[in-house]
C-alpha cells in the first residue's frame, strides 16, 4: 500500500493489523546522511517533508485529521515512537497550549502499545519504556518572512546551539511548516505582575546577560572573536573612548528595513465575509503613514549608532511568556515576592539575531506595558538602573559585562543610556511586526495585531518627537544640565504622562462607585 506501513503484532491470536500513513519522508536535512542515524546523536535532527495543516479548531472533521496527521508526522521523527512493537506509540492527543500569538502549539500526549492493547491482552505487564510527551509548533502564516535576514533553516541550526548552551526546549524534528520539541514539564512562564517585581527582575536581568554571551554560528555571533576584536578591553557602559567593541546594528536595521517594506506592500489576506474589515485594516495602515518612515530609520540607525552598544545574541522578544520558572515557585501569587525563582529559562528563539544589546534591554522594558500597551507600566528609572547592575554584574555575582569590569555607577548609567537609545527601535520593530501579522496571520483571529501596531508606530514617533526636543534643549536650552536628560528617549514623557493619568482617574472613579469617598 504506497505511503503506509502496516505495523503488525507480534500476538498472531491479535487483532487486525494497525496501519499508520507516514514514513515516506526524508530522515535528514543532509542528503548525505545515514536514514538509519543513532538518534541519540545530537547533531542528527530528522527532518520530515510534510506541512501540517491545521484548519479549523472548531470542525472535529479538521481536528480529527489533525490528529491522525500529527501521529504520523511525529511517529517518523521520532524513532523511539517506533522502536519495540509493544511500546509503539499507537494514538495521540492533542491539547492547544496557550502563550502563542504567532504559532499554533499542541501537547501532543502519546498513547502507547500497552495502554493500546489493555483490553485485549489484560495479562500483558512486561516492562515498557515511557514516552514522554512532546510539543507540536507550527509556524504562523508567511512567519518565515519575518525571520530576515536570517533564512527558516537557519533558526532550526541557531535552536540546536542554543538549546546546547541550557536555553530553551530541545528540537526533536522538523518539518515544512514547523518542528516538534522536548516538552517541558512542571514549568511556567512569568507574570507580568511577577515581571515588574525587583527581585525577579534581578533574575531575569542575569539570565539575559547569560544568553547574549551564547555563541551561536548560525547567526554569526560569537562572544570570544568579541572580545579579541576588542582587545581585552571591557568596560561595562560601552562608552566612547573605550576599546570595547560596539555592534553597528546591521542585521538588526536590515530587519526593520524588509519589515517595512512588506508591511507597505502586503496586502490584507481575508475571507470574503470579512471585505469590511480589511478595508478598514487598510485605511489604519494608510494613517500610519509607514512610507515616512524610511527616511526616519536612516537618521534613526545613524544615532543608534552613536550610542557605542556593546554587540550580543539578542533574544528579541523578552516579554514575560518567554521566561520559564518552576510551578511551585510563588504558586501562591503572593503579592510581595521575597526570594527568586529557583531557576529560570528562556524560550522561543525565532527573532534571534546579533545586535546591539541595548535593543534587547529596550525591548524588555518596553514589554512591561503588555500586549495592552499601558504605557504608565513601564519601568521607571530607578528601575532600570537596578536591572541594569544585575545585568553587569551577571550570574552569582560574576561580571558578565566583559573585560571582568564592576558594576559601577557610570557603568550603569551608560547601560541605561544604551536601552533608552533603542527604546524607539523597539517600537517600530513591533509596530512593522504588528502590521505584517494582520496582513498575512488567520491562526490567531482574537488579536487586533492592527490596534497593536498603531499604538506601537504612535509610541515610535512620540519617542522620536521627545528625543528631538531634548536634544534640542541639552543645545539650546536655559541652561539644562546634560543628567537632566538621562532617560530622554526611554519615557516618551507625554504618553507616559497621559497613561498614568487615566490610570488615575479610572481608580478615582472606581473608589467612588464603591463608596470610597
Known sequence: MEGYRTVELPDPDATAPFECSFDDFARDRSASADADADASDASFVPHAEFALATNDPDDPDDQEMLTRNALSLLRALIPAWTSNGWDDVLDVTLTPMTGGVTNALW???????????????????????????????????ATARFLEPFPRTTEHEALEEITAAGFGAKCLGTFVNGRAEAYLPNVRPLTPREMADPIVAAAIAREVARFHRVKCAARGFDPEREEEKAGGGGGGGGAAGTSEKTSSGSALFARIRSWLENAISWKFETEEADVEIALANDKARVAMRLEELKVEIDELERECAAANSREALCHSDLLCGNFLV???????????ITSPPPSMTLIDFEYVLPAPRGFDLANHFCEHAGFECDWAALPDADFKRSFCAAYLYGAKGEDLSGGGHDAGPDAVESLVREADAFTAVSHLHWGLWGVMQATSSTRNKAFDYVAYARKRIDAFRASRATAR??????RFGDGARAGDFKDRTGDFVALRKAAKAKAAAAAAAAAKEGGGE
Do not use: C, I, M
Open 107 to 141: 501537547l501532543a500526549s502519546p498513547l502507547q502499545g500497552e495502554e493500546y492493547y489493555t483490553e485485549k491482552l489484560p495479562g500483558y505487564r512486561e516492562p515498557h519504556a515511557t514516552h514522554a510527551p512532546v510539543v507540536l509548533r507550527v509556524f504562523g502564516d
Open 469 to 474: 526636543s531634548n536634544a534640542k534643549e541639552l
Open 326 to 336: 518552576p510551578e511551585s515557585w510563588n504558586a501562591s501569587g503572593a503579592a510581595v
